[in-house]
């Protein structure tokens, strides 16, 4: 057996995978022992990816529905169908009539093109990724907090920690490599453990404080810790006064915020309240995590910017073990952000709104400046709004499942089924979404394409080609030439391999904090990549970013923002009385259309369950295995009941994954009840809030 280097295609931290092949086969994963992310470690994730190559569901061939029935055609016809509707509906409709949606789990040089083609060809901005559902607040809390989406630590700041403060992020069950190192940590360094979260998990079993407050107010929580270290005098007043602004008005702010009233809106105590400041303030170097309980809320960037606070707060910022670690949820998450992969976004942290940035980037694009739109396009839930009115004609989908993934399913598919061409472009057939579709475009996957990766910790690293993909399925840069070619833009997408779109992008990152000039397909093959920015071929990589304390910011300096908590956007009240809030478990990710075609991976389970409280339990007569229909103003969701003493009283908890693909049934998402409000600086859907009320079958 033969072994290959690899990335994982899974999470956004980029363990470093050993793959094993014979005989045009991938047979096994393995870690890589000395690679600095992983450590020698993986979790069961890229270790079933082997079965996935030969499963039967793979798409093979392009199909076309023809009298309500998809069918197999060849690629010339399907290419020449999409080139042909496409044409059409920006003939008729403008280019804003055109939008695509995309998974954040495809190499880099697929979303470069798919920008290229729609925001400088098409001129629609309408471009949108899995980004928005899972780090679109992130990337907003830095940009405001610090001035580029960029996070400034690394993985070896784990080690260098005396605390770590780990908020809405189940890191045990979402994250488990990382997870294994800070166990480690604070084995090995007696490294304290602060966790955030309503639910006790197992994250909260190892922390020295667990912080089980009322989900959505994390907000009023870090306001009122940031007001005992600045009573107590835990502040840096040095590092505050040279490197940061903002903070007068942000003392003004946290004065309403005493722990009396920190505990009265979070439901802790103010001892706990107390406790934890105090953790902070006493802390040498303090690393922040934090996932989806903060990003997927209506508050999400304004919980990113009272965390970032707190470390600007107490000077743990910029150095060893200190800073915030932002670990994305999709493989390749950091580089959608940086290509641009989102309807406000050109390629190297540029803005399409930006006149010069318009005109530095149509000129690698070789297009004329105006041609790009200066108005950010539609998120991706403005852009089933535009499907719903009309606006929105056709949606090209390239490895996502909207259908599954996105808030208020039924809403969702209702727009889905409007659009005139609904384009899916995967590698199993059928999702949830692909069942909707016009056309259905075989693609290759991860082993079977060449391109790169960008981790968390901004670590570039190259997945070659290991295996021949089957059929006649294509690799989607392939696939998306081919479109732009038969559209009419032939010249501008001859490329002969992933390599040279590669080095285009890469002139799009020169200069910028994404630089990767020094970072070549030859540097990346058999080796580890380095951090970027890596602007020279001899640079090292960097490991830390503005380890000068000098922002990119146009005063130079961190932002120390002022953010008053709000209720979340729809509250419990006596009709829908209880708070669902919802997460994921360890064998499956995302919507499952590759882990639910894992043999045994389901075991007996088709449908989801619902954890609630005791005394809830008691109150409405459920006992435990019992099947419910958890109802919300826009849908209902079935599960069965796990009463447990994991969640406060009024909380109940459902997992996201449970869709039609992996139940077979169409009740069983608990997106048919999750609210499409999303947060108005980020525009990153409320998953984790929604009011509720519970109903026995």
Not at 17 to 25: A, F, R, T
Not at 312 to 329: D, E, H, K, M, W
Request: aromatic share 8%.
């Amino acid at each position: 057996m033969k072994w290959k280097k690899s990335v994982c295609p899974y999470c956004g931290i980029g363990c470093g995978l050993k793959v094993g092949y014979e005989s045009g086969k991938i047979l096994k994963v393995v870690p890589i022992k000395n690679h600095p992310t992983n450590h020698g470690l993986i979790c069961q994730l890229p270790v079933n990816l082997p079965e996935l190559f030969s499963h039967k569901d793979r798409l093979r061939n392009p199909m076309v529905r023809q009298n309500n029935e998809l069918r197999f055609v060849s690629w010339e016809k399907a290419i020449s169908l999409v080139s042909l509707k496409l044409n059409r509906i920006i003939k008729e409709y403008g280019p804003n009539a055109v939008a695509f949606f995309g998974g954040a789990n495809c190499i880099s040089e697929e979303y470069y093109l798919v920008n290229k083609l729609l925001k400088g060809f098409v001129g629609s901005n309408n471009v949108e990724c899995t980004a928005r559902l899972c780090m679109a607040s992130t990337a907003m809390g830095f940009i405001s907090t610090l001035g580029a989406d960029t996070p400034p630590t690394c993985y070896a700041d784990i080690e260098e920690a005396d605390l770590f403060f780990i908020a809405g992020n189940n890191m045990a069950v979402s994250l488990p490599v990382i997870f294994n190192r800070i166990c480690a940590a604070k084995e090995n360094n007696k490294t304290k453990v602060i966790v955030v979260d309503p639910r006790k998990t197992e994250t909260t079993s190892i922390a020295d404080i667990h912080l089980q407050i009322k989900p959505g107010t994390d907000v009023a929580l870090n306001n009122s810790l940031a007001h005992i270290l600045i009573k107590e005098g835990f502040v840096d007043n040095e590092f505050v006064k040279k490197y940061t602004t903002g903070f007068d008005d942000l003392k003004e702010i946290v004065k309403t915020y005493p722990p009396s009233h920190g505990a009265k809106v979070t439901g802790i105590s103010e001892r706990q309240i107390f406790e934890t400041a105090n953790t902070i303030g006493l802390s040498k170097a303090m690393l922040t995590f934090w996932f989806q309980g903060y990003n997927q809320s209506s508050q999400a960037v304004f919980k990113n910017n009272t965390l970032h606070n707190l470390s600007l707060l107490t000077g743990n910022f910029c150095r060893p073990g200190a800073g915030p670690l932002s670990i994305t949820g999709e493989a390749n998450t950091m580089a959608c952000r940086w290509i641009g992969t989102l309807s406000h976004l050109l390629p190297g942290l540029r803005l399409v709104s930006n006149s010069r940035h318009r005109e530095e980037i149509a000129e690698i694009w070789n297009t004329p400046t105006e041609k790009i739109n200066p108005v950010p396009g539609r998120s991706v839930i403005n852009i089933i709004k535009g499907l719903h009115s009309g606006d929105v004609r056709a949606l090209w989908i390239l490895a996502a499942n909207p259908a599954a993934s996105l808030p208020d399913t039924a809403w969702v598919k209702e727009g889905l089924s409007k659009a005139e061409l609904l384009i899916v472009q995967d590698i199993f057939h059928p999702t949830e979404t692909s069942m909707l579709a016009d056309v259905v475009l075989a693609a290759s996957q991860w082993g079977e394409k060449t391109g790169t990766y960008i981790s968390s910790e901004r670590r570039i690293q190259l997945a070659e080609k290991i295996v021949d993909a089957p059929g006649e399925s294509k690799s989607d840069c392939e696939i998306i030439c081919m479109i732009a070619k038969e559209m009419g833009f032939t010249d501008e997408f001859l490329y002969n391999s992933p390599e040279e779109i590669f080095n285009e992008w890469k002139k799009a990152a020169r200069g910028r904090i994404c630089d990767m000039t020094g970072v070549s397909y030859e540097r990346l093959r058999n080796n580890i990549g380095p951090q970027l920015p890596c602007p020279e071929k001899d640079h090292p990589g960097t490991e830390r970013l503005f380890e000068s304390r000098q922002f990119p910011r146009p005063d130079g300096r961190a932002a120390l923002l002022s953010r008053d908590y709000k209720v979340p956007a729809e509250n419990t009240d006596d009709e829908y009385p209880f708070a669902l809030i919802t997460g994921r478990m360890a064998s499956h990710f995302n919507t499952g259309t590759r882990t639910s075609r894992l043999r045994d991976q389901n075991g007996s389970t088709n449908i989801n369950f619902v954890e609630i409280h005791p005394d809830d339990a008691a109150k409405i007569k459920i006992l435990d295995g019992d099947e419910v229909d958890i109802i919300s103003r826009r849908g209902s969701v079935r599960g069965t009941v796990s009463i447990k003493n994991l969640l406060l009283p009024g909380t109940v908890y459902m997992n996201l994954h449970y869709g039609e693909t992996i139940t077979g049934k169409k009740n069983t998402l608990v997106n048919l009840v999750c609210n499409p409000v999303y947060d108005t600086l980020s525009k990153q859907p409320v998953y984790k809030f929604c009011a509720v009320k519970i109903k026995k079958i």
